[in-house]
């Protein structure tokens, strides 16, 4: 489905109107078609380059910190799961050492080997001891602790996966901010422009005595009133490019523009300059009359939506349900910690269990005389020491764990449910409200043209014109707004769903 608004750009004509003619010499830009050059993330100096969708999402991801910290709690989760398995690898033991020792005796005494005199003794020697423990079955200890680990780091994998899921939708949604804000500045372009013509040829029309003072007075506050509004506009404008920036955690000051969407493909216009000189021929005749009053003077008024594409998304509410069950990366984060709890409850159950190793060493000692060496191998079987109330206390604490862990995980089914309901609802009344909004924008501005002609024949009043270009005006802001509103209503139902 498209809509395309029709396009009326000043031309080079002159009217016999009953009362006034119109001669416009106009020097007009024709706008060409050219392919839209490739996309330069790296520019020269001073050089604007032009950003897609698609680049913004790329430069967010690289610069975001939440995707770094959780890409490095992954990266420790990593390390966790290593260490946990590491429990049945053998621990080596090694040791090594030098011990001196003097011993010295004195005394007085007629003993055979102690005649009133003292006798000294010194011994050297080196040891070194080598040993290894290996655990043989500890009833599934190690194998629970392993698990665990392994589903906490898919638990952080998808908290990883959630965290780009957000900084996408972040982009998308200051990205077509971005582009609304754009829109709008350029619909208030257009109106300062009708509105300097307009001032214009209501003080020439005064001049010839054919409009009052009270009617360019009156354009001359329209007018600043258009230029007010193209300054919030422009203010508006930058502000979001610096809410795209903050999106993007980008902080070089790279001046760039802005490549439409699919969806949000507004066509941007080039201005045209228009002068209008005034001169006074009277006619007679209603039916010449009658007929002027359909021409438009040559005003520019360029319709919003001309080459405006709206394609609709299509989706059943109860598919797009089911694929959020299973895309959600947040509900697979805690779909992995209810996983990680099963396996912490058998490790608190089992910590109370025996578990068997062996063990084998060797170590050598030598002295000044001799050397001795040894070879030993054993076997263990150990039993932890317990405490019957602080068993049941402690695996009480882990049901109560893993129901918290399950609560929470049928929590998120729930609002996943509502959520993508709600957010299709609003989708779809967007899909509907759009095609009649483009109507409003036609329909404005086909009473914007019958208000223009009214006026240059004289059969209208300048608020009767001003009216009809405010309701234009409104009816263009109004259908940027919806799309934007549109844009924004898709991209949650597709976060709903866990759709970058």
């Given at each position: 489905m498209s809509f395309v608004g029709m396009f009326f750009a000043p031309q080079a004509e002159a009217f016999s109107l009953p009362s006034i003619k119109f001669i416009k010499n106009?020097?007009?830009?024709?706008?060409?078609?050219?392919?839209?050059?490739?996309?330069?993330?790296?520019?020269?100096?001073?050089?604007?380059?032009?950003?897609?969708?698609?680049?913004?999402?790329?430069?967010?991801?690289?610069?975001?910190?939440?995707?770094?910290?959780?890409?490095?709690?992954?990266?420790?989760?990593?390390?966790?799961?290593?260490?946990?398995?590491?429990?049945?690898?053998?621990?080596?033991?090694?040791?090594?050492?030098?011990?001196?020792?003097?011993n010295r005796n004195s005394g007085s005494g007629s003993g055979f080997y102690n005649q009133g005199g003292s006798t000294s003794q010194s011994n050297n020697y080196y040891q070194l001891n080598l040993g290894v423990n290996q655990l043989i079955?500890?009833?599934?200890?190690?194998?629970?602790?392993i698990n665990m680990q392994k589903y906490n780091r898919e638990s952080v994998s998808y908290d990883l996966e959630n965290a780009i899921l957000n900084t996408v939708y972040s982009v998308k949604m200051a990205y077509f901010d971005a582009l609304a804000a754009l829109a709008n500045q350029d619909i208030f372009e257009r109106s300062v422009r009708i509105n300097q013509i307009n001032y214009d040829r209501t003080d020439a029309l005064f001049k010839e005595g054919l409009k009052s003072k009270i009617d360019v007075v009156n354009a001359q506050v329209y007018?600043?009133?258009?230029?007010?509004?193209?300054?919030?506009?422009?203010?508006?404008?930058?502000?979001?490019?610096?809410?795209?920036?903050?999106?993007?955690?980008?902080?070089?000051?790279?001046?760039?523009?802005?490549?439409?969407?699919?969806?949000?493909?507004?066509?941007?216009?080039?201005?045209?300059?228009?002068?209008?000189?005034?001169?006074?021929?009277?006619?007679?005749?209603?039916?010449?009359?009658?007929?002027?009053?359909?021409?438009?003077?040559?005003?520019?008024?360029?319709?919003?939506?001309?080459?405006?594409?709206?394609?609709?998304?299509?989706?059943?509410?109860d598919e797009a349900i089911q694929k959020a069950y299973e895309n959600r990366p947040d509900l697979k984060s805690l779909q992995m910690v209810e996983k990680v709890q099963e396996e912490s409850l058998k490790v608190i159950k089992r910590q109370y269990l025996p578990s068997l190793s062996a063990s084998a060493g060797y170590n050598f000692r030598k002295n000044s005389d001799v050397s001795n060496t040894g070879f030993n191998i054993g076997a263990s079987f150990d039993l932890p020491t317990f405490n019957m109330m602080s068993i049941k206390h402690n695996v009480d604490k882990g049901k109560y764990y893993l129901q918290?862990?399950?609560?929470?995980?049928?929590?998120s089914k729930k609002n996943i449910y509502f959520e993508v309901q709600n957010n299709y609802i609003n989708m779809v009344v967007l899909q509907r409200k759009i095609p009649k909004m483009a109507q409003k924008v036609q329909q404005t501005l086909e009473n914007f043209e019958l208000a223009d002609g009214r006026y240059t024949v004289?059969?209208?009043?300048?608020?009767?014109?001003?009216?009809?270009?405010t309701n234009y005006n409104n009816a263009q802001l109004a259908f940027v707004q919806a799309v934007f509103d549109y844009n924004v209503a898709k991209e949650q139902f597709q976060k709903s769903m866990g759709v970058r």
């Amino acid at each position: 489905m498209s809509f395309v608004g029709m396009f009326f750009a000043p031309q080079a004509e002159a009217f016999s109107l009953p009362s006034i003619k119109f001669i416009k010499n106009k020097k007009e830009k024709k706008q060409e078609t050219k392919e839209t050059p490739a996309v330069q993330i790296k520019a020269e100096k001073n050089e604007i380059v032009e950003y897609s969708l698609e680049d913004c999402i790329e430069i967010a991801l690289k610069n975001d910190p939440n995707i770094k910290i959780y890409t490095t709690q992954k990266n420790i989760a990593n390390s966790q799961v290593g260490i946990a398995k590491s429990g049945y690898f053998p621990n080596i033991t090694a040791g090594t050492g030098f011990t001196s020792q003097h011993n010295r005796n004195s005394g007085s005494g007629s003993g055979f080997y102690n005649q009133g005199g003292s006798t000294s003794q010194s011994n050297n020697y080196y040891q070194l001891n080598l040993g290894v423990n290996q655990l043989i079955w500890d009833f599934g200890k190690t194998i629970a602790g392993i698990n665990m680990q392994k589903y906490n780091r898919e638990s952080v994998s998808y908290d990883l996966e959630n965290a780009i899921l957000n900084t996408v939708y972040s982009v998308k949604m200051a990205y077509f901010d971005a582009l609304a804000a754009l829109a709008n500045q350029d619909i208030f372009e257009r109106s300062v422009r009708i509105n300097q013509i307009n001032y214009d040829r209501t003080d020439a029309l005064f001049k010839e005595g054919l409009k009052s003072k009270i009617d360019v007075v009156n354009a001359q506050v329209y007018l600043t009133d258009a230029e007010v509004s193209l300054i919030e506009a422009q203010g508006k404008y930058d502000a979001a490019i610096i809410k795209l920036n903050n999106a993007m955690y980008l902080q070089d000051g790279q001046k760039y523009t802005l490549k439409n969407t699919e969806s949000f493909n507004f066509t941007k216009t080039q201005p045209t300059q228009t002068n209008v000189n005034v001169s006074y021929v009277p006619k007679s005749g209603d039916e010449e009359l009658e007929q002027a009053a359909i021409l438009t003077s040559g005003i520019e008024k360029q319709d919003i939506i001309q080459n405006y594409k709206f394609k609709p998304l299509i989706l059943p509410v109860d598919e797009a349900i089911q694929k959020a069950y299973e895309n959600r990366p947040d509900l697979k984060s805690l779909q992995m910690v209810e996983k990680v709890q099963e396996e912490s409850l058998k490790v608190i159950k089992r910590q109370y269990l025996p578990s068997l190793s062996a063990s084998a060493g060797y170590n050598f000692r030598k002295n000044s005389d001799v050397s001795n060496t040894g070879f030993n191998i054993g076997a263990s079987f150990d039993l932890p020491t317990f405490n019957m109330m602080s068993i049941k206390h402690n695996v009480d604490k882990g049901k109560y764990y893993l129901q918290l862990a399950q609560q929470n995980t049928e929590l998120s089914k729930k609002n996943i449910y509502f959520e993508v309901q709600n957010n299709y609802i609003n989708m779809v009344v967007l899909q509907r409200k759009i095609p009649k909004m483009a109507q409003k924008v036609q329909q404005t501005l086909e009473n914007f043209e019958l208000a223009d002609g009214r006026y240059t024949v004289g059969l209208g009043n300048f608020i009767e014109l001003q009216q009809a270009q405010t309701n234009y005006n409104n009816a263009q802001l109004a259908f940027v707004q919806a799309v934007f509103d549109y844009n924004v209503a898709k991209e949650q139902f597709q976060k709903s769903m866990g759709v970058r």
